[in-house]
């Protein structure tokens, strides 16, 4: 009897501890009802805050994968601020073929105007060329071999005879009266644009000569120059064609420089020179 009242004893303790727990743990997930005022209504909880997908979604990469993929056609999203439009897709030029230029044509080198002949601006007229003393094939009867070269000096025409009784003529001026001369030489140099150093009786007649000038288009000796044996003469051209055809020089011969460079091509060194 005395064990069944201590078993009941302590089923009573374990209930009454036991009760104010469970009842704590149910409060946890009951809501306590609402309470209503005579004058006030139950207003309706507020919505909750609605989080779009989209909006929590990254930008995919510089709007195309963004065209491709996303809702937004074409535009870069960013947050806070308007949607941008992807600029039009603008094609690179077309490569062009380089136009490649035409050969150049080798052009033999202009003489300057005073070289020619032909008068600077500012200086006066020159006597004109007379045409017969232009370079042309002409009959040859003499006696010369061809390759020879014969100075006419009377006449003024120095002849390349070519044989077959023919010969190249070209006009020439000839020296002075008291310088022409008359024999037989041979072409010992040749020079082209030759320097030019006056001999010592030159600068005794004419002391306002440079002691030396340089080859070229002022230089008196011309384009070319063919120097007759041992002699101070020469075979050359000359800037004034105009003297072509007169007693002009102190005994060299002179030709136009267009007719010096073209008999300079056809002669060698040992040419027979015969003056007459």
Same mark, same amino acid.
Not at 105 to 129: I, L, S, W
Not at 165 to 187: E, H, Q
């Given at each position: 009897m005395k064990r069944m009242y201590l078993a009941l004893l302590a089923s009573a303790c374990w209930l009454g501890l036991g009760f104010p727990h469970a009842a704590a743990n149910e409060a946890e997930f009951v809501t306590d009802p609402v309470v209503l005022h005579p004058d006030q209504s139950a207003a309706p909880p507020a919505p909750a805050p609605v989080r779009l997908a989209s909006a929590d979604r990254p930008n995919m990469g510089g709007g195309f994968i963004e065209f491709l993929f996303g809702d937004r056609q074409g535009q870069d999203y960013q947050e806070g601020q308007p949607y941008r439009q992807q600029p039009a897709y603008q094609p690179?030029?077309?490569?062009?073929?380089?136009?490649?230029?035409?050969?150049?044509?080798?052009?033999?080198?202009?003489?300057?105007?005073?070289?020619?002949?032909?008068?600077?601006?500012?200086?006066?007229? =020159? /006597?004109? @060329?007379?045409?017969?003393?232009? #370079?042309?094939?002409?009959?040859?009867?003499?006696?010369?071999?061809?390759?020879?070269?014969?100075?006419?000096?009377?006449?003024?025409?120095?002849?390349?005879?070519?044989?077959?009784?023919?010969?190249?003529?070209?006009?020439?001026?000839?020296? =002075? /009266?008291? @310088?022409?001369?008359?024999?037989? #030489?041979?072409?010992?140099?040749?020079?082209?644009?030759?320097?030019?150093?006056?001999?010592?009786?030159m600068l005794q007649r004419r002391p306002d000569l440079p002691r030396h000038m340089e080859g070229g288009p002022q230089n008196p000796l011309g384009a070319r120059a063919m120097y007759l044996g041992s002699t101070l003469y020469r075979i050359h051209g000359s800037n004034e064609p105009w003297t072509i055809g007169t007693n002009v020089s102190s005994g060299c011969i002179r030709m136009r420089n267009e007719d010096v460079i073209d008999l300079y091509g056809r002669v060698n060194v040992g040419t027979k020179v015969v003056v007459i």
């Open positions: 690179l030029p077309s490569y062009q073929q380089p136009s490649y230029r035409q050969p150049m044509v080798y052009q033999a080198p202009m003489m300057p105007p005073q070289a020619m002949g032909q008068p600077m601006m500012g200086e006066p007229a =020159r /006597p004109a @060329f007379d045409p017969k003393y232009e #370079k042309q094939l002409v009959e040859y009867d003499g006696k010369e071999h061809a390759g020879t070269i014969v100075i006419d000096t009377p006449n003024k025409f120095l002849y390349l005879v070519e044989g077959n009784g023919k010969a190249l003529r070209y006009g020439i001026g000839v020296g =002075r /009266p008291g @310088f022409a001369w008359s024999g037989i #030489k041979t072409i010992s140099a040749k020079k082209e644009w030759p320097d030019w150093t006056p001999p010592a009786e």
